[in-house]
């Protein structure tokens, strides 16, 4: 059966930097739209970065535009969230999620995707 697998969370200060991992098993990551969300208390889980099967293509949330970077590692069959410049109102549940289907090109709405981790908590103190 798919199971993603997030790492990598913690409590960091402000201006502080995280990566984030999302290993896989039961699917080729490679072959998959793949994408971190994230969700606080009382908020809906928003979409925050994505990447197409393929990887030739990346979706950014303008909120963490310039800061987070998404990437693969398709030796590992492991996915990466980079974190820099880590604000207060960064702090969330982060879920790592992949698309139903393989060679798609839908990985841009949330309802493209099927298989979720369990989320890795990650802090942002001022």
């Known amino acids: 059966q798919v199971r993603l697998v997030e790492s990598g969370g913690g409590l960091v200060q402000t201006g502080g930097s995280l990566r984030l991992s999302c290993a896989a098993s039961g699917l080729t990551t490679s072959r998959h739209g793949m994408g971190w969300f994230r969700q606080a208390p009382g908020k809906e889980r928003d979409l925050v970065a994505a990447?197409?099967?393929?990887?030739?293509?990346?979706y950014y949330a303008d909120s963490v535009k310039g800061r987070f970077t998404i990437s693969r590692d398709n030796a590992k069959n492991t996915v990466y969230l980079r974190m820099n410049s880590l604000k207060p109102e960064d702090t969330a549940i982060y879920y790592c999620a992949a698309t139903g289907t393989s060679y798609s090109s839908n990985y841009y709405l949330r309802n493209d995707y099927n298989y979720w981790g369990q989320g890795t908590q990650v802090t942002v103190s001022s």
């Open positions: 990447i197409s099967w393929s990887g030739s293509s990346t």
